[in-house]
């Protein structure tokens, strides 16, 4: 494109002083027909003044024809002039040279017999013409000033602006986008999703997704199927019976009658623990509180644990960690519950049942590979030994003959069961285990400039198999209205940088199985390719604050967006966003793949200052909750402007919003506190922080700057920035935690997860091997990053050396 413009200014300045030339030669031979003039013309050629004047302008004008280079346009005016001027067709210009006298050309014309016949005129007089001088002067300055607005119109006018292409895109273009995103449609979108809700299977509501996505202009939309085990209710719902008075309850609390399973026979059924054990146990009933490491290590000083049923708290740290400890300790069953003075004073859920999955991601039949045909079924109908039952509030104060108001003077009393109380309970379990086809939802908008670099946007659809309420119409119409905006902008000609591919995945409510086995299936081009994970996970939990997650590389971008769109609203809160283990199919892509990740969610503040990891539980949230948290949609609408507004970011800027000192800055927070053996950590560190500090001033700063920015270190430096998360993936992880260690267990918490783990399992076993084992694996963690800083910079050293 540069040398067709070059190419094209060039001829464009070659006309314009070929005219130049042309008309000087006018001046020069003007004189020879001078008395052919018109009579009307007579009285201003007379002037003998103006006369002289000419005639010395022509003298300088012929002394400058005469510079080297000029000699090609000197011939071309000539004869341009003889076929103008038939009359003076008899001159010999084929014989005009560039002449070595110091008159040149001028003194050939004096030289001809008609010069002194028509020109009988006396000679100017010698004095000295400083005025020709400042109008020589003048009109060279004039030429040159026209010269100038030439170049500069023909260059705005071939040059194509450096503003219309996608990898310059402004805030305000984003904007522009942005701005097409209404409340009311995203209204409609979920009111239309919600109507689907009653179909048998996820057939028709996949169907929907891909035909709304396509006429949106959405390119290459498809359906990804596998065919997984699912872990399904039976035929009746379980129970829980009291031994000591033969009552039988139903999960929610209500007795066992065909009444009440008519009553709320879906319900009931859908109230329990997916890929739990099967079976009925009859055995003592021990309160083991949260199931933390100090409750069991209290617990089995005063009481025989084995084959015995723990009634366990949900929350404050992963669910199936706390289930890991109990079939280490001996238990049998387990009754699940969550305590209501952990829940907001605002819901009132003591007779809601809910789901859990025990299930820590993808297909179980085919662990750590995809689900694709002809590959090796593994028979694992439960994966764990333990007999799992969620239940309400109201059942557990039954069985521990509490009453159900536990509130006095405004302050809450937890659910507990007294140590000197006995209770024995029957619990039976029935689930049945099939092979059902979960369906993925993904379409790919095309890079102009990084086609084969991935931003992923995921939400989730419903499951017809599953228990999840209306939540997903939320994250299905948000993911929805953002492509519309999108494509708005693309049918106009505009297209991002780098591929953006929109996913919404099935199975998430059986343990992310869709976007797990879809992430197995494509796991090399993944790991090469993609960019950063934009979750759009539950994003209405409440409606009092919101709460972002995000990889520390990616914290600073979420922080200005905040701000930004706070500094919009008259109300603007304190930005709370941090790198915390998250609910939903970004768990695949964080642990697996080490891709920076980030997410937009309204929740309540009551809810975030209580105890962790309760959102485990899936309880069936309707339509009518969702609107009455959020009747107008503007947080939906709000949800779906920053998200979408970090995608277009990620996807258009030239040097990926990456920052890497934050890692490092990360990593030394994680290490603070009265944490022992880990000395040798913090100057490790050390180390990667000026190592980092280094990356982004040496490197990074340069590539920002348009003026420094060369394409081939660019393309390096994204490569390395996109990389950095991968360092800190290790093996081996307690289960429920995360494999990436830049994610902590709560905002509560700011240890690494696996080191606090450690610490609370030396409790247990009152042994250092473990915490040995894990310092050993964040050490690990922090030289590779700190060696791959290194490395990124030793990489430009030399191409940088190379070339010069």
């Not at 290459?220 to 829980?240: K, T």
């Not at 927070?669 to 500090?693: F, I, M, V, W």
């Not at 399992?761 to 700190?786: G, P, R, Y």
Request: hydrophobic share 35%.
């Amino acid at each position: 494109m540069k040398q067709v413009y070059l190419t094209h200014l060039c001829k464009v300045l070659i006309d314009v002083l070929h005219s130049f030339l042309k008309s000087s030669k006018k001046m020069a031979y003007q004189k020879v027909n001078a008395d052919q003039r018109a009579p009307g013309h007579s009285q201003y050629l007379d002037n003998d003044d103006l006369q002289a004047t000419a005639l010395d302008l022509e003298w300088d004008m012929e002394k400058e024809l005469e510079e080297p280079g000029f000699d090609q346009f000197q011939l071309d005016s000539a004869e341009n002039q003889n076929l103008e001027n038939p009359e003076t067709a008899d001159l010999n210009l084929d014989s005009i040279q560039p002449a070595t006298s110091p008159k040149g050309r001028f003194q050939r014309l004096q030289e001809e017999s008609d010069y002194v016949t028509r020109y009988t005129r006396s000679a100017p007089k010698s004095n000295p013409c400083n005025f020709c001088r400042l109008l020589k002067i003048l009109c060279t300055a004039t030429i040159l000033f026209i010269l100038g607005i030439l170049i500069g119109y023909y260059a705005h006018k071939n040059c194509p602006s450096n503003a219309t292409t996608s990898g310059t895109l402004d805030l305000h273009l984003y904007q522009e986008i942005l701005k097409t995103i209404q409340a009311e449609d995203i209204k409609k979108s979920f009111r239309n999703l919600v109507q689907l809700y009653k179909s048998e299977d996820d057939t028709e509501i996949s169907k929907k997704i891909k035909s709304h996505w396509t006429s949106l202009g959405l390119e290459d939309v498809q359906f990804v199927n596998y065919s997984v085990l699912l872990n399904l209710p039976g035929p009746s719902a379980s129970s829980v019976s009291l031994s000591s008075s033969g009552q039988c309850f139903h999960p929610n609390g209500q007795p066992c009658s065909e009444e009440a399973r008519k009553h709320s026979s879906q319900d009931l059924l859908y109230s329990y623990a997916a890929y739990s054990a099967k079976g009925t146990l009859e055995a003592e009933v021990i309160d083991v509180s949260y199931g933390n490491a100090d409750d069991l290590k209290r617990i089995q000083k005063m009481k025989n644990t084995t084959n015995k049923i723990a009634l366990l708290k949900l929350g404050k740290l992963p669910l199936l960690y706390k289930l890991s400890l109990l079939e280490k300790a001996g238990f049998g069953g387990v009754l699940l519950y969550i305590d209501p003075c952990d829940l907001p004073k605002t819901a009132n859920l003591s007779y809601d049942t809910f789901m859990v999955s025990l299930n820590p991601g993808g297909d179980p039949s085919t662990p750590g590979y995809p689900s694709v045909d002809g590959s090796f079924r593994q028979n694992r109908s439960n994966l764990t030994s333990l007999l799992v039952q969620p239940i309400s509030a109201s059942l557990v104060a039954k069985l521990i003959s509490s009453p159900n108001s536990r509130t006095k003077n405004s302050v809450c009393s937890p659910l507990e069961l007294p140590n000197n109380d006995q209770r024995i309970v029957s619990m039976q379990i029935q689930t049945v285990t099939k092979f059902k086809t979960v369906t993925n939802v993904v379409g790919y908008l095309k890079g102009l400039t990084s086609p084969d670099r991935y931003i992923i946007v995921g939400s989730h659809h419903h499951t017809a198999y599953s228990y999840y309420g209306q939540e997903w119409a939320s994250s299905t119409a948000i993911i929805t209205a953002f492509i519309r905006a999108l494509m708005l902008r693309v049918k106009r000609g505009w297209r991002p940088d780098r591929t953006i591919v929109f996913c919404s995945w099935g199975g998430t409510a059986f343990g992310n199985i869709g976007s797990y086995e879809w992430g197995e299936d494509f796991r090399k081009v993944l790991q090469r390719n993609v960019v950063a994970y934009i979750s759009l996970h539950s994003p209405i939990r409440g409606n009092s604050s919101l709460y972002s997650v995000a990889s520390p590389s990616l914290q600073q971008l979420v922080v200005e967006k905040n701000n930004f769109n706070c500094s919009r609203r008259a109300k603007c809160q304190e930005t709370n966003v941090s790198s915390v283990q998250i609910e939903g199919d970004a768990d695949y892509f964080i642990n697996h793949l080490g891709i920076p990740t980030v997410q937009f969610a309204y929740e309540d503040i009551t809810a975030l200052e209580g105890p962790s990891f309760l959102s485990e539980a899936l309880f069936l949230k309707r339509a009518t909750k969702i609107e009455e948290m959020d009747p107008f949609f503007h947080l939906h609408e709000t949800i779906t402007k920053l998200s979408g507004e970090v995608i277009l970011q990620i996807a258009n800027e030239p040097v990926l919003p990456f920052n890497a000192l934050d890692i490092a800055i990360e990593v030394q927070n994680s290490l603070k506190g009265d944490q022992p053996y880990t000395h040798q950590l913090l100057a490790l560190a050390s180390r990667l922080r000026e190592s980092a500090e280094l990356f982004q001033s040496d490197e990074m700063r340069p590539a920002n700057d348009p003026k420094e920015r060369i394409p081939v270190r660019v393309r390096m430096l994204n490569d390395i920035l996109q990389d950095m998360e991968k360092s800190f993936l290790v093996e081996q992880v307690p289960p429920g935690f995360y494999r990436n260690i830049l994610y902590h267990l709560d905002g509560k918490t700011s240890q690494f997860s696996i080191l606090l783990e450690a610490w609370e399992h030396c409790k247990l076993l009152a042994s250092n091997e473990t915490i040995q084992e894990a310092l050993s694996e964040v050490l690990n963690s922090i030289n590779s990053a700190q060696v791959y800083f290194k490395a990124g910079l030793d990489v430009f050293d030399s191409v940088f050396v190379g070339k010069n």
